[in-house]
């Protein structure tokens, strides 16, 4: 019996294969799954039932407008777990990767989109990086601010932690500074000095810079 999950490895691997342009062979489509020919033309004949790839003998597979959305949508979900695997819980890209290919298949659009929301990352749906910033966030769906912008007595929840050095939001995220957490700024040492922040029943003096990398909700009753 052929699970969702298998339905769904060829999908996104012929999206990775085409970047929805043009054909993939059926025979470039095993090696690059490791799966055998007879695999392949199995599952690309359900595919093209269900009207998710279009067959040409002798050339290839390509996914219809309806395939691609469902693949692109299913490349979100696995940047997104990827990039948490990594950043937030400190697995390495190989391990990261091979988690996400497992996960992606469970995760619910509304769970994928809240993940993006909470690390800051686009919701596209042919997202093809999650570095850039939450296309919710953008468009003033949700306002944050920078820690380090906050002045003193300002509070806010923390909406996602974001840094292009990765080891960053891994310090920051070990130190509790994790989605979902108030905070207040009980004191602010200089204009360009460190930020003495209360979270929970910790008092926190954390450096301006590092504050960058904290966005906060501000927006709170």
Known sequence: MMTTGNREDYLINILRLTEGEGLAKTTELAS??????AS???????????????????????????GLDYARQLRKKHHVLERFLM??????HDNAHDEACRLEHALSDNS????????GTPVDSDCQSCKSPCKAISEGEIEVCPLNQLSRGDKGVISYVKSDDSSVV?????????PGRMITIDAILSDGGPRIILMGDATIALDYNMASNIFVDINIE
């Open 112 to 119: 994928a989109i809240k993940m993006c929301h909470m690390m």
């Open 32 to 37: 690059f799954m490791n799966v055998s020919p």
């Open 87 to 92: 950043d937030y819980l400190n697995i390495d």
């Open 40 to 66: 392949v033309s199995e599952m690309i004949k359900v595919l093209a039932g269900e009207g998710l790839v279009i067959y040409e003998k002798y050339k290839g597979v390509q996914l219809t407008p309806v």
């Open 170 to 178: 891994k310090r920051l995220v070990s130190m509790g500074f994790v």
